[in-house]
């Protein structure tokens, strides 16, 4: 039975600057935690720190009551700002890809592109898509390997307000099966869910 | 020992007075080194070219012997994350490369005399010429990296590849070297070498290693030091 | 193991996108064998016993300029951290790309370079050999490469560095592959040499990627 | 004409941190004339004939391999659509490029390939005309080059495309210079090599440009 | 005096697709025109054609009674999806270069950074800043270097509620000096404009 995300007085520092010191949070299953906070807060930073990237100052991070450890990279998907797809590539190759090295499968793949209207634009080239549509390319790894932790990094941000309603509801499912979401926003999030809000120099 | 040190504080105050004390010991074997090497008889079979040797060869010798107290700090800081160990690291490599460019001009100066050429692709010296690719190596990635932990770790990884590769680089020109005997007809040194010059060039040696020491402990103080002075000011600008 | 050819597919992809594969081959056997005889001027007596060396370090040369794009673009636009959540550790995700790259890139040129050494005058019988140190000495300069390449991820300037850090790693592999070949030819043992650059690309193999799995998690924190 | 300068000062930078640079001259000199003895056995003699060869070989790989970096980048980043709406036309903003990629590439390996051939034993007379070759041949790759970079902009298999393109477009220019430098060695005349040499680097010089420039307004539509 | 933008029964398509037909628009000095619509509707593929990238299938646009050339050219700021900044360069560098390029001054970039509270940032490699930051960092170009036309691609999306509104009384002056702004955009401005919808399949 999973007991969550656990952060106990993290400080984060990149550079020679400290983000922020003496943050806690817990994340239980089922839950959605939406961070805000201004440019350069420590958002990103906290989700990648979350996600095992970066080792903190000081303070635990702790998954399922481990610390970070190759179990925890294969219950988490990390979505950042970047989203890591190659220009060259067509949208079914890539998508193909996220999805089988995540775990999952060219079914569950395709199932995501249907989920997330994908299917007119699985042969262009990544380059080709619109902002939208290459951001739905990403997003449609988290449906198509299903793991529980979600680590978002501004997910809706290029989405027009239909497809984030279809991914408001996405999330909802993903929530209501147990799983939990943290993510880092400027907008709020079309969910029910807790917020927390990071201070720091902008 | 290694270990009773490891805490800078300790090392700081442990160091103070090392560095100058072995500094001026080093002077002293200096001077004494070099008027043994010019009063030393000259070689039946080099003539006086011969006293490039006691520069050259300690230099020679002092460039591995870096490379090794190199990798070995390299090691320290990537296991332990040691901040002391990479302040080592980071102060050995520029005195490591002094050293070879030291064996590297002494040497090409000692061949023209004796190969009637500056240079020869005898199996020694091509090995050091690659030691001091891997020193500048070194050198540039470190430049090239400008956040202080990725630096650290990443240069103590390039460090340690390379402590794996020069034994194997020196065995691979030796092996060349069997192949194709090389142009020059003066086999290096070899133990054929008459006491008069060996007193000589052990003490150089000597010297270089007592110099080395002095250098990367003052150096090593300032690189802590320096961290220091870095890490007050941030914390006065308020972290920002 | 489904998941490493998912990930190996999807390299292979990228380094022949990327300008690897067989046009590369050609490229290199096009210079090759077009310039060295012109600069020799085409005495192919005195080529024939130089080809080998010469198409030698032509491939060390080839290995080491293809070497930026190993993971440089991965990290900056962000598919390093996919690579890094997946279900293998970074050690068999650097086994991979260096795979990709040898297959992409070394491959081609250990096709072409026996081609290249025999159209210069070499002796046919040393084809086999060539292709062979080509082949296994590419697998060298592939992982020692990846080495540098991973080490230099985030520096300010990538392609420089990586050539210089790189360089003189590859000394033993030209060494030894350079050095069977030319005994070969002048009908010496040649077993030794091949065997120690064997002995040396399988031991890169086994080692570069702990040091470049190293040096990505270090780029990404 | 100030705009060009601050354009060929950040294209210069950025091909410098691509790989290029002066550091990388000295990075191939170390390379060629270190690796060349050693792989084809220290007899110098026998080098002798063939270092300009092996200069060019490694003056003509460079350009080959550092070709992609050239727009690629701009194009996948957005930077292209800042330069087209610059002060300049397009047509300046590619001549900016070429003369880029050339001072990065092109004419650090110039330097460093007459050094390096004089240290493999060249005779010094022939370092004046190796550099000279080189300079203006590497002219001609950078600008030949571009053409293929710019036309295979956002095609699938850019880099392929990119040599395919290219290698035939290399030869002349290869052909003329290493002719040119064996021709000086052999004490043959060698002006009519370097004069085609030259030629044909201006021609490209003067008539890349506006294909570039085309090749890029249509992969920016 | 200028007489703005003028967009005449515009038909546009990429690929093969027909994006839309006879669409029209005028965009008078000192008016903001936002353009909203789903993903893939074809905002950015609008704003190309206006800086003179694409080239459409029918219909006219002109600018100052021209059609594209290179006056246009440079009388317009576009700013897409992608910044063009580059990873390994400094923040400083790349505002140097964008603003001289565009015509502006060093002392007109130092400016803009101040305007947009850049200045600590300015030594950080662009590849060290967060997305927020990158983006301020982009927008400064438009300030930096004065042009009647701004083309501007969901500009504030990774912005903070406070840059959000800074920028905004950055486009008000602009505006009120009788500049242009055309903006795609999926969430409103904090200004006062009209918005004009661009139907089309997703
Ligand atoms: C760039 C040129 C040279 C380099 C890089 C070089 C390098 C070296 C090195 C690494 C050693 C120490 C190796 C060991 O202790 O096993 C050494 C020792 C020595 N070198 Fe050189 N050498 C060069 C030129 C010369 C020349 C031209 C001469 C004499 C004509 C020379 C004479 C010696 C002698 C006598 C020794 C001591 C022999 C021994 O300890 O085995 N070297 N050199
Ligand atoms: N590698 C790095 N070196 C130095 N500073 C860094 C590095 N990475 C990030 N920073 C700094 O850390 C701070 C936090 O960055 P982060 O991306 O976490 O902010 P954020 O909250 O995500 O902001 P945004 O809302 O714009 O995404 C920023 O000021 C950034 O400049
Ligand atoms: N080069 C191209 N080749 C083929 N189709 C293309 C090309 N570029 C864009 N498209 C298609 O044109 C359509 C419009 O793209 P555009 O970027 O204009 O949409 P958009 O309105 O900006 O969407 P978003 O809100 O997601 O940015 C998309 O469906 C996209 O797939
Ligand atoms: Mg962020
Ligand atoms: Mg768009």
């Given at each position: 039975m999973l007991t969550g995300l656990a952060v106990e007085n993290l400080s984060l520092a990149r550079g020679h600057r400290t983000l922020f010191e003496g943050l806690s949070l817990v994340l239980e299953p089922g839950e959605l935690l939406s961070l805000t906070g201004a440019n350069g807060a420590g958002k990103t930073s906290l989700l990648r720190a979350a996600a095992g990237f970066i080792r903190p100052q000081s303070g635990t991070i702790r998954f399922e009551g481990q610390d970070a450890d190759d179990a925890r990279a294969e219950a988490l998907h990390y979505l950042g700002h970047q989203d890591g797809l190659k220009p060259a590539r067509t949208a079914w190759e890539e998508l193909c890809f996220q999805a089988e090295w995540c775990g999952g499968s060219r079914d569950s793949a395709r199932a995501a592109a249907q989920r997330l209207a994908l299917e007119p634009l699985l042969d262009l080239e990544i380059r080709k898509l619109s902002a939208g549509q290459r951001r739905r390319v990403a997003l449609a790894r988290l449906i198509s390997a299903p793991r529980p932790l979600w680590l978002l990094d501004e997910p809706m941000a290029p989405l027009d307000a239909e497809r984030r309603s279809v991914f408001g509801t996405v999330m909802a499912e993903h929530l209501s099966g147990g799983g939990m979401i943290l993510a880092a926003v400027h907008d709020p999030l079309p969910l029910a869910g807790r917020a927390l809000q990071i201070g720091g120099p902008a | 020992m290694i270990f009773g040190l490891a805490n800078p504080q300790r090392f700081m105050s442990a160091t103070r007075w090392v560095g100058p004390v072995l500094g001026g010991l080093a002077a002293i074997l200096l001077a004494v080194g070099i008027w043994l090497s010019f009063t030393a008889p000259p070689d039946y079979q080099q003539g006086e070219s011969v006293r490039i040797m006691f520069v050259h060869v300690p230099a020679a010798w002092m460039a591995l012997f870096v490379y090794a107290c190199l990798g070995g700090a390299s090691f320290f800081s990537l296991i332990f994350r040691h901040a002391l160990a990479d302040a080592a690291a980071k102060a050995a490599a520029p005195l490591g490369a002094g050293f070879t460019a030291l064996a590297l001009a002494t040497g090409s100066l000692w061949g023209r005399p004796m190969w009637g050429a500056w240079w020869v692709w005898d199996a020694r010296l091509t090995s050091v010429l690659i030691l001091f690719f891997f020193y500048l190596g070194y050198l540039a990635l470190r430049a090239a990296l400008d956040d202080a932990q990725r630096a650290a770790r990443a240069s103590a990884i390039l460090a340690l590849v390379g402590l794996i590769n020069v034994p194997i680089v020196h065995f691979s020109v030796n092996w060349w070297n069997t192949l194709h005997q090389p142009a020059s007809v003066f086999r290096l040194g070899g133990p054929t070498i008459a006491w008069s010059l060996l007193l000589p060039l052990m003490i150089m040696a000597l010297a270089y290693t007592v110099l080395f020491f002095a250098l990367w402990i003052v150096r090593t103080r300032t690189e802590v030091i320096r961290t220091r002075a870095e890490a007050l000011t941030l914390r006065r600008a308020g972290g920002a | 193991m489904k998941a490493f050819g998912v990930l190996l597919r999807r390299e292979l992809d990228l380094a022949w996108g990327g300008g690897g594969g067989p046009v590369l081959g050609c490229a290199f056997l096009a210079c090759v064998t077009t310039l060295l005889p012109l600069a020799a001027g085409s005495s192919l007596v005195r080529l024939s016993g130089f080809a080998p060396g010469a198409a030698w370090v032509a491939l060390a040369l080839a290995s080491l300029l293809s070497l930026e794009r190993m993971f440089e673009r991965d990290f900056e636009d962000g598919a390093l951290d996919l690579l890094a959540l997946g279900p293998l550790p970074l050690e068999a995700v650097a086994l991979a790309k260096g795979l990709a790259q040898w297959a992409a890139n070394g491959l081609p040129l250990a096709v072409a370079a026996p081609i290249a050494a025999v159209a210069l005058?070499?002796?046919?019988?040393v084809a086999l050999l060539i292709f062979a140190c080509a082949a296994i000495g590419g697998l060298g300069f592939a992982f020692t490469g990846g080495v540098g390449a991973s080490v230099a991820l985030g520096a300010r300037r990538g392609g420089v560095l990586i050539a210089v850090i790189v360089l003189p790693l590859f000394a033993p592999p030209v060494i030894f592959g350079a050095g069977a070949v030319g005994a070969y030819a002048a009908g010496l043992p040649w077993i030794g040499g091949f065997g120690f650059l064997c002995a040396y690309s399988l031991a890169t193999l086994a080692l570069a990627p702990f040091a470049m799995a190293a040096a990505v998690r270090n780029a990404l924190s």
């Open positions: - | - | 005058g070499a002796r046919p019988e």
